[in-house]
Structure formats: C-alpha cells, structure tokens
C-alpha cells in the first residue's frame, strides 16, 4: 500500500493564529478523507477531498493529487480545534478498495 | 446524523480469552470497518466488509476475525486474546458506491494482560 506522511508531528498554536498541515503520498491517491480525533478519541470526518480545495468554515482543505499531496487550513484557531488530525488515502487500482492508509497524525495544542 | 455506536468504551480480558467487539450503525451504510490505532502508528485496518456476509482482510488481519450477519452489525473477534492485541478499535461505516467518507465510532480501549 502507499505511505502516508504527515507534517509537522506536533504543533503548538496560540488561540487565533494559523496553521497549515501537510501530508504527502508516495504514490497518486485519488481519494483522500481528513480527519480530527478530540481529546476524547472521537475521530470527526473534517473533508473527502481527492482533488481541488474545499471550505468549512474556519477549515480548508486542498489537494494536489498529481503531486501527491493535502494541506489542511486552519485559520483563527480556537482551543476546541485541539487534538490529533489524520489524513487518511489510498488508490484507485481493484485491490485497495476500502484499504485507506493512515498517515501517523498531527497532534495539534491550541493555547488560550 | 450518522450514529455508529460501540458496544464498550473500555475493555479489560485476560490473555487467552476470546473477546467480542460490537460495532452498529443506523444509516443502512453499505460498508464497515474495523481498524486499531496505536501511538505514533495512525490507524490499521484489520477488516473491513462491503455486504452481508461478505468481508476482506485489511493490512493487520492476523490474529482476528469479523462478522457481519446483519448489514447495520459488523463483530470484531479476537479468538484467543494476547497482550500485543492491547488497543484503541475503531469502527467505521461508509454509505458505499462512490461515497467512500467515513464515519468513526466511539472507539473501545482493549486492555489484555
């Protein structure tokens, strides 16, 4: 299966600064999902995003598939964006249906 | 909303014992997943199953086994409990066809020792 890389590891944020999350693949994905896991190990679908960017409110997402990777946006962070954020791809050949790779996290602390 | 719900937050057994792990979801969701999740290694997937009685192994399959009699119902089973099978399990469901978003559980913590 592919890699999944995420960077930075870990981030530590002042509450109303912004951050940008990288995962890079080691092979084309042509779908992509982002996910956020509370402190409570609750994992919340944030984008599906294979390509283009998309906006939910403070978050966005953008994806360069043919470059093989996402970035995640958060502006104006508050202290509820805390937690671990995952990227999660995988490819469109038969055999990895259903198998989405995990990348290993970016554990995010926003400070007040 | 999406629900999935599991059946235990947290879970302690014995090495040896065989333990079940309960996964529902309420949106007649085609597929189900189950994955675990360790520090510093992300999310594994170990089954994951796109019908009734259907099922396919994930990338961590040794060791377990997967259910799915009823198609809002998918049952982790760890034969034969050991410790190296301590974790964080996750279940996932996605609606199927081209929508692959996917939607987590609660997850249980398996302490076995």
């Known amino acids: 299966g592919i890699q999944v890389e995420q960077s930075p590891p870990d981030l530590i944020l002042q509450e109303g600064a912004n951050s940008t999350l990288r995962c890079n693949f080691s092979d084309s994905v042509n779908n992509l999902q982002w996910f956020h896991q509370n402190p409570w190990g609750q994992l919340i679908n944030l984008f599906y995003i294979p390509s283009g960017t998309k906006q939910n409110g403070r978050l966005s997402a953008t994806t360069v598939a043919t470059e093989r990777y996402s970035l995640l946006y958060i502006s104006s962070s508050q202290t509820t964006d805390s937690g671990v954020y995952f990227c999660a791809g995988r490819t469109m050949t038969t055999d990895s249906w259903g198998k989405f790779q995990f990348g290993a996290g970016t554990q995010v602390v926003v400070t007040p | 909303d999406v629900k999935v719900t599991q059946s235990s937050r947290y879970l302690v057994k014995r090495t040896g014992e065989k333990v079940f792990l309960e996964c529902v979801q309420d949106m007649d969701h085609e597929n189900m997943f189950w994955y675990r999740q360790d520090p510093g290694l992300g999310l594994r997937l170990i089954y994951f199953?796109?019908?009734?009685?259907?099922?396919e192994k994930g990338d961590i399959p040794e060791g377990y086994s997967v259910s799915r009699e009823k198609k809002e119902r998918f049952s982790l089973i760890l034969e034969s409990a050991s410790t190296n099978q301590t974790s964080m399990y996750l279940c996932?469901?996605?609606?199927?066809?081209?929508?692959?978003?996917?939607?987590f559980g609660p997850g249980t913590r398996l302490l076995v020792l």
């Open positions: 199953s796109y019908d009734v009685k259907m099922k």
């Open positions: 996932a469901s996605s609606p199927g066809g081209l929508e692959e978003t996917q939607y």
